[in-house]
């Protein structure tokens, strides 16, 4: 989907705010294996407002979100992560 179009929220259509951007970088831990790290970016990309996730090649636990800060914030991020049983901490945005 691209950033200029309209993303689907309940029954709303939001237009996101290009200029209120912001990338989350989180640690998680339990997330060691490969499809626990594919569900884990399935679920974050889901989540409203995310508009990337992935994890860093250099450093396999580290995991970075693009989102929009009208939609979501870095709690929620870290909340939603740690609602699949995974222990997640902000380390930087």
Known sequence: ???QQAIKTNDHNIQPDTSKTCMSIIWV???S???DKMRLIQSLKKMTGVC???FTRE???IVMVNYWTN???AAKLVEGISGL???ARRVGC
């Open 1 to 3: 989907m691209g950033i």
């Open 85 to 87: 049983g995974i222990f």
């Open 52 to 54: 990337d996730a992935s």
């Open 29 to 31: 831990k339990n997330a």
């Open 59 to 61: 450093k396999p636990a």
């Open 71 to 73: 939609q979501t914030s």
């Open 33 to 35: 294996n490969e499809l």
